[in-house]
């Protein structure tokens, strides 16, 4: 019942409010702001209820508690700002529906949101044609800012978390047979699946079996069968966190000893509670720990702590500073018309966050480090392994063809 208590608690903090989902069933609420009222209006958008609500709510409160401190301090320009709040249900097309209405009722002077790859690219187009700059803080495949200049992630993207996973396990590891199993349903499992074994071939690394899995089944051991048999060195599950902890216990059963390996989609409270002991010596990539002892990362699970009374996971961190990367920008544009804001978002550099510092590229991507975790006993996330953007960068660069000699001339005698 947690969770359920948390988000009442949450829909009544000051400064935040939850607007009327936009499908069929709404539950009351306020009417839309008026175009002027002397607020900053910011629309903030993810699953609150549905399959992924884990991640959305964790979201929900990093981006609150960003919001709260800001207007503790004075708001942006003396101006309080308002977090708008819809609910995706964990569906595409619910994801478009409350952008709309977030642009269009609401006139929202920005909008952070979605937490998945998939929803954040509907959310992504509806953006770029109204011309409202949106910063995701969690999608990482590299479609979704090639929407258009209004969208943005201050995370990493696929790419990058892939050939850190790659190298991660061929070099740390010392794995050269690889077993995936994919996620047949999720844009976000097969991206990741696609750079991890790009990455891990061109390393000389060889895939034994690769196969796709149904999300939401309780019972994957006949697939599980034949990945132990395959004998590989290491697993790769680039999914979330439910399926990723069912497959654990049952690959355990089945007595298969091969490290797990897997993604971002990994990090939840949940995924220890659900795949218990099993997980302990797996891996995954993410963007934090909280259990880091660096003090930034310290003083901002103990403020989440104080309000939530829990550890904040990487979706917590991620909205956090995504929220305060748009609150900055915010502040530093000359107006709140959206193509300032725009364009002071394009300009941030080194935004000193929770999961690392934030600067914009030219694809408007955040180059930024990745952690890869072992999970230890009790669920302890312990950080292995901390990559830095320029290693990652140096992996992805194209290896040079050497340049041809030139044939000898002959000597005319």
Known sequence: MLLPLLLAA????????????GGGGAEAGPSPTPADNGLV??????????????????????????????NASGGVGGRR???????????GVETEVV????????????????????RTLAAARVAQAERVPMLTPSATTPEVTKVGDYVFRSCYTDPHQGAALAHFAARDLGARRAAFLIDAGQNYSSALARFIREEFTRRGGEVV??????????????????VGAAAPEVIFIPGYYLEAGLMARQLKGLGVEAPLVGGDGWDSPRLFEIGGPALVGAYFSSHYSADDTDPVVRNFVEGYRRLFNNAPDAFAATAYDAARVMLAAL????TLERAAVRDALAATRDFPGV?????????????????VIRIEENGRHAVWRRVE?????????PTPSPTPTPPRRRRRK
């Not at 502040?331 to 000359?334: G, S, V």
């Open 99 to 118: 952008v709309r209405r977030l642009v269009s009722d609401f006139r929202v002077h920005a909008l952070l949101g979605e937490v998945v790859s998939s």
């Open 81 to 91: 700002v308002e977090l708008i709040v819809q609910d995706t249900r964990s569906d």
């Open 41 to 70: 209006r910011i629309g903030a958008f993810m699953s609150l209820t549905g399959d992924t609500a884990q991640y959305g709510i964790s979201a929900y409160n990093g981006m609150t508690m960003a919001v709260e401190e800001a």
């Open 355 to 371: 999961t690392g510092p934030v600067t914009f590229d030219a694809n408007r991507d955040a180059v930024k480090p990745i952690v």
């Open 209 to 226: 079996f690769a196969a796709y899995y149904g999300a939401g089944a309780a019972d994957y051991t006949s697939q599980l069968r034949e």
């Open 389 to 397: 953007p320029a290693q990652i960068a140096d992996w992805l660069a």
């Open 331 to 334: 502040a530093r544009a000359p």
């Open 10 to 21: 949450l829909l009544l903090a000051p400064g935040c409010r939850r607007a009327p989902a």
